[in-house]
């Protein structure tokens, strides 16, 4: 354990623990009670503590413990992603790279280089930003968040992770060591996109994301996930439901970009109306229906007279 104290008169005083196990942190974090913070990348945290936004005193620095950095993938038990892995170690894998690409277009878009050299899947997931460009893809891919703390540990479905804007349901010294994503299925495919006026170092104004799995040319089962248009990133069942059961259609998928403009409830702010965001949910969730089922190998029926909008 590395601790020291910085005390400049203008800044504000903080303390930095490295834990380099588990049950360390989970000690230094009940030592620390609630105005001690898990540093992961700090490109949240240390941002939000030097703008005065959150009241720390001490940053528990879980980049050491070994599981938070782990990075594994097998075809049965699929992948799994240390919660404080930088998003270039993710996204440069190769297993991930080609059974979820999903993730790799919303992890590559973080920030910019500089930021994915240090930003992580759990820090964005436990940031809980309703904008989380992660979320939505770790929704559709059915992602779960390992989690310890002075009670064991537990596992929590990312649709279930997030309560609200900053809000999520880590208990009092809990933290998520892990992310554990099941393997691809035969004739599945994900995507996700996203919907920001510049291309790096902003949040969405809206993003999607779909997973699709064909059995004889019929969807077999959907995920649906929308963000940036509610107080958290949602799982749309009913747009999933719209296209369960049955071929893709040009009906089908309007109905399931339908159900999600239908769920999002989005707030007017400096980056979209919420007019905006809602037409953005829909159209999202059409194309990312496409691209999922493209990366499946079928292709989704065109409505006549359709012509592609630049991305
Ligand atoms: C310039 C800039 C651009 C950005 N652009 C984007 C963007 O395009 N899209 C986007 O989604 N985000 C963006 N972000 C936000 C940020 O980079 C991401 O949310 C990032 O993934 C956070 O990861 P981190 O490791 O830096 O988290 P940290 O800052 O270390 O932590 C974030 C929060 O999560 C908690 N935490 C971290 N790890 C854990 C854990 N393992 N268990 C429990 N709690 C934990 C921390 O206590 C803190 O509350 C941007 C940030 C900056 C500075």
């Known amino acids: 354990m590395l601790l020291c104290a910085a005390g400049e008169t203008n800044l504000q005083a903080l303390k930095y623990a490295r834990a380099s196990s588990i049950d360390e942190a989970i000690e230094l974090l009940r030592e620390g009670g609630p105005a001690a913070r898990v540093l992961a990348g700090g490109t949240d945290v240390i941002v939000a503590a030097r703008e005065r936004r959150l009241d720390v005193d001490l940053f ?5 413990v070994p599981e938070t950095a782990e990075l594994s993938f097998d075809a049965t038990d699929g992948l799994t992603v240390g919660a404080a892995l930088p998003c270039y170690r993710i996204y440069g894998d190769d297993d991930v790279r080609t059974h979820y690409p999903a993730l790799v277009e919303a992890i590559s878009v973080i920030g910019g280089t500089v930021v994915q050299g240090r930003a992580s899947l759990g820090g964005n997931l436990c940031n809980s930003s309703p904008a989380a460009d992660s979320i939505p893809a770790m929704i559709v891919l059915d992602a779960s968040a390992n989690i310890v703390g002075p009670s064991g540990e537990r596992s929590v479905p990312v649709d279930e992770f997030c309560t609200g804007p900053g809000q999520n349901v880590l208990g009092a010294g809990e933290f998520v060591i892990s992310i554990q994503f099941p393997a691809p299925s035969s004739a599945s495919g994900a995507a996700w996109q996203r919907f ?44 999933a439901a719209a296209l369960a059961g049955g071929p893709l259609t040009v009906d089908s998928i309007a109905a399931a970009a339908a159900a999600s403009r239908a769920a999002a409830t989005p707030i007017d702010d400096m980056r979209g109306s919420i007019k905006q965001r809602r037409h953005l949910a829909g159209l999202l969730t059409e194309r990312t229906i496409r691209d999922a089922a493209a990366r499946a190998g079928v292709t989704a029926p065109e409505a006549p007279g359709t012509s592609e909008v630049r991305r």
């Open 60 to 64: 528990v620095d879980v980049k050491h």
């Open 196 to 239: 920001t006026p510049r291309n790096e170092m902003d949040i969405a104004v809206a993003n999607a994301a779909t997973s699709l799995q064909f059995v004889g040319g019929a969807v077999a089962s959907a995920r649906i996930a929308i963000g940036a248009v509610g107080p958290r990133p949602l799982l749309v069942e009913p747009a």
